[in-house]
């Protein structure tokens, strides 16, 4: 990894001068925000700090489990007025957070994130894309600070290595990342558990959703890009968000010849939310930052202030651009 061990014991050092941190993730949740941000909050309350763990978003079903480890502050007017420090994980973009800019404004801020959208420009940033996720910058700080890992710490940290490299399926799995998995199971982590919630854990609500989806399958481009839609109608219908189907991607990526997938979630009549995943040259990243959002080379995403007919012809052309570009 490219972190210095200088960068190490400047985010240490804050952590033990502050007396309470806030610790929190993106909107729209996955493992390795919410997994990140119990695990550190776990650590820093051990170490006789008090800290608070803030998602300002709806938790994903798959993820409920997680909330046994540690309480969240869902609502913006339950912060704590009294924190001094703020730990941004797996963020690079403080409007992603859902805190108030004034709120943020007010205290010390600490940016750690994996993702190479993130330019590092405010607050005490450490932003390495050589971790497939910020869970494995957490254990750094754990070798670097010497604490102790104790098995539900070890098992949020578990659900956020698997949710960001697809359960070690993605190209971001590395030899280091087997090598901390490994560790975190020695530690105790539940690995069962993440494994049934996480991953095949299927509500009667979400397979309804997939039964609709698949059949909106498509294929661009001369069969080099998929994409599958999921519309707010028919999400209502199923009794869920459209979201709650994340991995449903993965279906589109799995088609022979497709270099990038494309799924896009009518979250309301007038918002869309995109994933995309690419195999192999293409850089997806650079499509979601058009709509200002942000990920990794291989797997981004973004919200569209558009219905899904429009982001299906905004999001396509974009695609398009970046293909013949790279």
């Not at 998995?181 to 049934?196: K, Q």
């Not at 999921?230 to 088609?255: L, N």
Request: hydrophobic share 45%.
């Amino acid at each position: 990894m490219k972190t210095s061990n200088s960068r190490l014991a400047e985010i240490t050092s804050l952590f033990e001068r502050a007396e309470k941190l806030l610790v929190v993730g993106h909107i729209a949740p996955d493992g390795d925000s919410l997994g990140s941000t119990m695990a550190l909050a776990r650590l820093l309350a051990q170490s006789g700090k008090e800290a608070h763990v803030a998602c300002l978003d709806r938790i994903p079903a798959r993820y409920e489990f997680l909330l046994r480890y540690y309480p969240v502050i869902t609502h913006v007017d339950e912060l704590p007025l009294a924190a001094d420090c703020i730990v941004i994980l797996d963020c690079g973009d403080l409007a992603r957070t859902g805190l108030p800019a004034h709120y943020v404004a007010e205290r010390q801020v600490i940016n750690i994130d994996h993702h190479v959208s993130n330019r590092g420009t405010w607050g005490l940033s450490w932003v390495d894309d050589a971790y497939s996720a910020t869970g494995q910058q957490i254990m750094s700080l754990v070798d670097h600070a010497a604490w102790q890992v104790d098995s539900g710490t070890a098992t949020c940290l578990y659900a956020s290595l698997t949710a960001d490299t697809g359960f070690f399926r993605h190209t971001n799995t590395t030899p280091e990342l087997f090598r901390d998995a490994a560790r975190l199971l020695e530690w105790g982590a539940d690995a069962r558990l993440v494994t049934e919630q996480a991953l095949e854990r299927r509500s009667l609500g979400e397979l309804c959703l997939l039964r609709h989806a698949l059949t909106t399958l498509s294929l661009h481009g001369a069969e080099k890009v998929a994409m599958i839609e999921v519309s707010y109608e028919v999400a209502e219908r199923c009794g869920i968000q459209a979201d709650e189907v994340e991995d449903m991607v993965d279906f589109a990526r799995a088609v022979p010849e497709v270099e990038v997938a494309i799924l896009l979630k009518g979250m309301s009549p007038q918002v869309t939310k995109v994933s995309l995943r690419a195999k192999g040259r293409v850089d997806v990243s650079k499509v979601a930052e058009t709509f200002g959002g942000g990920g990794h080379r291989a797997a981004a995403g973004a919200t569209l202030p558009y219905g899904l007919a429009v982001a299906r012809q905004e999001v396509l052309q974009r695609v398009m651009q970046v293909l013949k570009s790279d």
